[in-house]
């Protein structure tokens, strides 16, 4: 699989998302939790909160460290990956798929134009290695 899936789209916090019409799935990036090592909680928001983008929305707490995470795009939740609860190191071995963070229906689509594509995300991480 690649580091860097061709179609969703990904942010500077290094979340990334996947958007179906207005529906959208939110999760973090393999460099993000590669950076982090092994994650061992999650704090989500609730079904039915109102996220804004650019809001932290939630932590992620690894062996190194506790992260914020950011929403992408402004929305409703309307569902959390409940599995995460019982099992954070889904997000370690499945960032993209299983270890996906949350759903959120989208108030203002046009944020996406705000979002990175592949390319530009990877460019990103390298200029942040630097």
Same mark, same amino acid.
């Given at each position: 699989? /690649?580091?860097?899936?061709?179609?969703?789209?990904?942010?500077?916090?290094?979340?990334w998302?996947?958007?179906?019409?207005?529906?959208?799935?939110?999760?973090?990036?393999?460099?993000?939790?590669? /950076?982090?090592?092994?994650?061992?909680?999650?704090?989500?928001?609730?079904?039915?909160?109102?996220?804004?983008?650019?809001?932290?929305?939630?932590?992620?707490?690894? *062996?190194?460290?506790?992260?914020?995470?950011?929403?992408p795009?402004?929305?409703? *939740?309307?569902?959390?990956?409940?599995?995460?609860?019982?099992?954070?190191?889904?997000?370690?071995?499945?960032?993209?798929?299983?270890?996906?963070?949350?759903? *959120?229906?989208?108030?203002?689509?046009?944020?996406q134009?705000?979002?990175?594509?592949?390319?530009?995300?990877?460019?990103? *991480?390298?200029?942040?290695?630097?």
């Amino acid at each position: 699989m /690649s580091q860097t899936p061709l179609d969703l789209k990904y942010t500077r916090e290094h979340e990334w998302i996947r958007l179906d019409g207005n529906q959208a799935e939110i999760g973090i990036t393999f460099h993000a939790q590669k /950076s982090l090592g092994d994650i061992v909680y999650v704090e989500l928001p609730s079904v039915g909160d109102e996220l804004e983008a650019g809001e932290e929305f939630g932590t992620i707490e690894s *062996v190194k460290a506790v992260s914020s995470l950011f929403s992408p795009m402004s929305g409703k *939740v309307t569902d959390i990956n409940s599995e995460l609860a019982d099992r954070p190191e889904t997000i370690n071995e499945d960032c993209y798929d299983e270890g996906w963070l949350i759903r *959120v229906a989208l108030s203002e689509p046009d944020e996406q134009d705000n979002l990175l594509d592949d390319e530009e995300y990877d460019q990103f *991480v390298l200029e942040e290695a630097g």
